[in-house]
Nanobody, 123 residues
Framework: VQLQASGGGLVQVGNSLRLSCAASGLTFSKYNMGWFRRGPGKEREFVAGLGVNGRAHYAADLENRYTISRDNAENTLYLQMNSLNPEDTAVYYC??????????????????WGQGTQVTVSS
């Protein structure tokens, strides 16, 4: 199984980015998918999750700026990030969970992780 995250980069405050996560080696449509991030000197934290049933979950402070989506035909997960600020600077990771009782915020319930993509927001 491979999860390949991409789309990160250096952006100015207020700009947007769309991250992608290309999945291979698994039946993508049968997996719940999530995004996590680890900022400088911080613990890894939940960003957003999207269940196989189409229900989206967000960290409370990100819901108004971030949108998670998936294209099962393309085996790809997305994260649209708007109005970026320096606190969004982090390595962003995608992950896949095969748990029937999906717990999007529980990182230990994810079976597979991508390598991460760096997002840096400059003021």
């Amino acid at each position: 199984v491979q999860l390949q995250a991409s789309g990160g980069g250096l952006v100015q405050v207020g700009n947007s980015l769309r991250l992608s996560c290309a999945a291979s080696g698994l039946t993508f449509s049968k997996y719940n998918m999530g995004w996590f991030r680890r900022g400088p000197g911080k613990e890894r934290e939940f960003v957003a999750g999207l269940g196989v049933n189409g229900r989206a979950h967000y960290a409370a402070d990100l819901e108004n700026r971030y949108t998670i989506s998936r294209d099962n035909a393309e085996n790809t997960l997305y994260l649209q990030m708007n109005s970026l600020n320096p606190e969004d600077t982090a390595v962003y990771y995608c992950a896949a969970s095969g748990y029937i009782q999906y717990e999007p915020r529980a990182s230990d319930t994810y079976d597979y992780w991508g390598q991460g993509t760096q997002v840096t927001v400059s003021s």
